[in-house]
């Protein structure tokens, strides 16, 4: 019975999912780049044929291509292996057979050091494929990128790992998190934080720490981060139910308001109507910082827009979610037989 209830809520989801996104006025984009360089992806990193297979259908480019849509061809190669590297700890770190708590700290330890220290530090704590992996992304910014931006760019890594160890903890304990204690985790763990200074990375145009922490951007960016995780919250239900220890919005608002998951659905809609209007409220009230400044300004503004909108589109045809034809992507971290 419990199993037609959460297949009868993943259905009615998938309406909802498709009306927010009809609901978005954020103008859809992507790269034209992105196909080549998921080909790229698929093929000339040394993958093994299941992971290959699984990473075509999951269509990583086709994302970071959505939220950098201007980067160019070699730039995206950059943002997609970085994409990659992200959603593969994910995996490793939240599904039913994850890494423990403290293997998830000794991996947050290895790869912030080696953001810090360059691609030549080694660290016990991240061996293997993700290494090199990280390695292979990280070259590049590392060397065009200033000191204050990597060292940006190092906490919000920092951050989420240090959400996704979080989140591991309550599983390992056994708690659910109330709303807002959800919503505050949620912002770490979705890795919407990371993929904000890649916009600087794309147009070379690193912004001021006070230009970057001003709390009106502040302000839009967890604004924008919880649109796109509640969107992916709802996408995400059927799987969450069963393995995520109440790590959903949807899950802790049913329990907060002893509600049926497909109410609680609806709630969870309600909240995303509701931020998207503070969000261009909050984008129109953006102050100017000087003609100097503005244009990369504006730049930063627009990639938070884009992560959001690029999250539901992608979201909608990637078939590491249930909603693309092709169903669900299976474990897709390739730890110990991915790019060598």
Excluded at 271 to 280: A, K, L, N
Aim: charged share 20%.
């Amino acid at each position: 019975m419990t199993d037609e209830i959460i297949s009868s809520s993943a259905h009615g989801a998938h309406d909802v999912l498709a009306a927010l996104r009809a609901a978005c006025p954020i103008p859809a984009r992507l790269s034209p780049h992105a196909d080549d360089v998921q080909g790229w992806l698929v093929s000339e990193l040394p993958w093994d044929a299941p992971t290959r297979e699984r990473l075509g259908l999951a269509g990583f480019a086709r994302y970071a291509g959505r939220l950098y849509p201007d980067a160019t061809e070699a730039d995206l190669r950059v943002l997609t292996a970085l994409f990659t590297w992200f959603f593969l700890v994910d995996d490793a770190c939240d599904s039913a057979d994850r890494n423990a708590p403290e293997e998830i700290r000794a991996l947050r330890d290895g790869a912030v050091a080696l953001l810090h220290g360059g691609t030549r530090l080694r660290h016990p704590g991240l061996i293997g494929p993700l290494r090199r992996l990280l390695v292979h992304a990280w070259r590049e910014p590392y060397r065009r990128m200033p000191a204050c931006w990597r060292l940006r760019f190092a906490d919000a890594v920092a951050h989420h790992l240090d959400g996704t160890w979080q989140e591991a903890v309550n599983k390992t304990n056994g708690h659910a998190p109330g709303v807002e204690e959800y919503v505050e985790l949620r912002r770490a763990t979705s890795a919407a934080y990371v993929s904000y200074p890649l916009v600087e990375f794309v147009s070379g145009r690193p912004l001021p720490d006070a230009v970057y922490h001003h709390p009106r951007l502040g302000q839009l960016r967890a604004v924008g981060n919880d649109l796109l995780s509640w969107y992916n919250d709802i996408a995400s239900l059927d799987r969450d139910a069963a393995v995520s220890g109440g790590h959903n919005l949807v899950l802790a608002l049913a329990a907060a308001h002893r509600l049926p998951l497909a109410a609680a659905v609806e709630l969870a809609a309600e909240r995303w109507h509701d931020s998207m209007r503070r969000f261009v409220s909050l984008r129109d009230s953006v102050p100017s910082f000087g003609p100097a400044l503005d244009p990369a300004v504006t730049a930063h503004l627009d990639g938070v827009a884009r992560a959001v909108r690029g999250t539901v589109d992608w979201t909608m045809e990637s078939a590491r979610y249930a909603l693309a034809k092709e169903g669900p992507l299976p474990n897709a971290s390739g730890i110990g037989r991915g790019p060598s």
